[in-house]
């Protein structure tokens, strides 16, 4: 996919790094991996590949690149890390993603840290691919939310590009959701949206709405996207074209699954909204063979 390597241009290289430094720390921080130190002679060089175990698309290429670096700082020992598929790309059973040349025990110390950031993020990846391609053609987009594995936003975010989907707001600071409890609290839909527009002039506001006449308020408020929560197709269908008629983009959410993805898309939404992305996906099966 064409679009990863200027979706890799954004990321924030610092809080990567972060997080590799804690994910390293974790496996070393009581000492060396005595299993490896026990069984396997200091001057023994190998070569190992990272293989895939099954079908999905490849997201942390790069990560896994950065844990073999960080590593070899921590041990004084590198090794050489050939990139033989890129973020983005589909694999099947048996291709091989890296190759890493160099000191066995650094291959080895290093062998589950990177497979667990590679595979997580595969997993996003792969995950958000099954969406996209469910509503191809639709004219609707797959879009992440903030329900992400604490510490790894950055990281998995960038998987969902990797896997042909868009981000929605990284934090709570670049864009405005205005959700039930804020409406509780300022009074009222419109309300919350005035409230929103004088704190933060410039900033893009969301409303959530639960029912037609909600959305029906927004847009009036001067809403640029209305989410629809956990509405009917019926519903969806009816918000749209309101929402169509006075230019307001509109995204679905709420108890989404991917077999119903064609029909919410069908509705004519922009976005679909789907948590699962990120706090739901399963890990791809990838695996370090040495040789």
Known sequence: MTHTADAWSTVDLDEVRRAIHIAVDEDLRLGPDVTTMATVPAGAVGTADVVAREAGVVA??????????VVSLRLGLESTVEILLEDGARVAPGDVVLRLTGPVRHLLTAERTLLNFLGQLSGVATATAA??????????????????????????KYAVVCGGGVNHRMALGDAALIKDNHVEAAGSVAAAFRAVREYAPGIGVEVECDTPDQVREA????????????????QMRECVALCRDAGVATEASGGLTLDRAPEVAATGVDYIAVGALTHSAKVLDLGLDLR
Not at 134 to 149: C, L, Q, S
């Open 60 to 69: 942390g290429v790069r990560v896994a690149v950065d844990v073999v670096r």
């Open 131 to 156: 969406w996209v391609e469910a509503i191809a053609g639709t004219g609707a987009a797959i879009r992440d939310t903030r329900k992400t594995v604490p510490g790894l936003r950055t990281l998995q």
């Open 219 to 234: 847009v009036a408020a001067g809403a640029e996207l209305v989410l629809l929560d956990n509405m009917s197709l019926e």
